[in-house]
């Protein structure tokens, strides 16, 4: 029996240090969404692209990952 | 206006000295990936570990053999009481700048500092050189650095925005994590992988997305 498999695309949001504040990014694009004073208002803004099948990934200042929230 | 040619086969060898300490590891990640994405090739001692070779004979291989090299003086000054201040990266700057002489060679090359004129004031034989400063900031390091290989060659390379290249190191630092968590790697161990690995992945990475 042939199997096919439908690889699902992945879409991810990323919360990502930018000057002195920080920038929620959609992977793929080439500008950020919006721009935050704080990491805090771009962690719950995230939340909306979350509840539309995106992951969100929360950066630390150095690039690595703090936190990976699976989509909703 | 930016530079429009594009030489993705973009090869030079650009020798890294800095600071191997845990503290400048995330800083060095960011410059390996900076290069590596610039189409560059780091050399760098910690690559190389062959514990039968001296190691200021790889040094002085690795310095001969590169187009470019680029020298933190980050840690010119001691932290704590005690603490030596490190020598090893003023006196690899000196022989690289000694071999360029002496050579006649049109090597060029980079100077880092954390804060602003700190060589200078340390080193004042370097009072007119041009020292960029990063204020050990990773996102401002790459800016720094994508800044001055434009403005230092003329064969560029793929040359890409900046803050391009800062929010590509975020997406590999997560392709990173996803990829060595699913091998059953733990966070303590993908944080402590070797800068070798850390170059293999990042080449990995780059490549496919080109």
């Known amino acids: 029996m042939e199997v096919t498999t439908k690889k699902k695309s992945i879409k991810r949001t990323h919360i990502i240090k930018r000057g002195k504040g920080w920038a929620l990014k959609k992977e793929g694009n080439i500008r950020a969404t919006k721009l935050y004073e704080t ?9 909306k692209d979350r509840k539309n099948g995106s992951d969100v990934v929360i950066h630390k200042t150095d690039g690595t990952v703090e936190k990976w929230e699976k989509a909703k | 206006m930016g530079k429009s040619k594009i030489v993705v086969d ?8 800095c600071p191997f300490d845990k503290e400048y ?20 001692a910690l690559v190389s570990n062959d514990g039968s070779e001296v190691r200021f004979e790889k040094i002085r291989k ?3 053999e590169s187009d470019f090299s680029i020298h933190d003086l980050s840690r010119h000054k001691s932290n704590k009481v005690g603490e030596y201040y490190r020598l090893n990266m003023p006196f690899e700057l000196g022989f690289d700048i000694g ?3 002496y050579k006649n060679s049109n090597k060029k090359i980079l100077i ?16 007119f050189s041009d020292c960029r400063c990063h204020n050990s900031d990773l996102e401002e390091a790459i800016y720094v650095i994508r800044e001055w290989f434009y403005e230092n060659t003329n064969h560029i390379v793929l040359m890409v925005a900046p803050n391009i290249i800062w929010d590509e190191y975020n997406y590999f630092q997560s ?12 966070h303590k161990a993908i944080d402590r992988i070797s800068i070798k690995e850390f170059m293999d992945y ?8 080109r």
């Open chain 2, 202 to 209: 990042a080449k990995d990475y780059l490549t496919i997305k």
């Open chain 2, 99 to 101: 071999n360029k002489l």
């Open chain 2, 10 to 17: 973009f090869n030079y060898n650009v020798f890294i000295n």
């Open chain 2, 175 to 186: 392709y990173l994590f996803s990829t060595l968590s699913n091998e059953g790697r733990s």
């Open chain 2, 112 to 127: 880092l500092e954390s804060e602003e004129y700190s060589v200078q004031k340390a080193l004042s034989d370097l009072a």
């Open chain 2, 25 to 44: 590891t995330p800083l060095l990640k960011s410059i390996i990936f900076c290069l590596i994405k610039l189409g560059l090739q780091p050399k760098i």
């Open chain 1, 39 to 47: 990491k805090d208002a771009a962690i719950k803004d995230a939340q």
């Open chain 2, 62 to 64: 690795m310095i001969e």
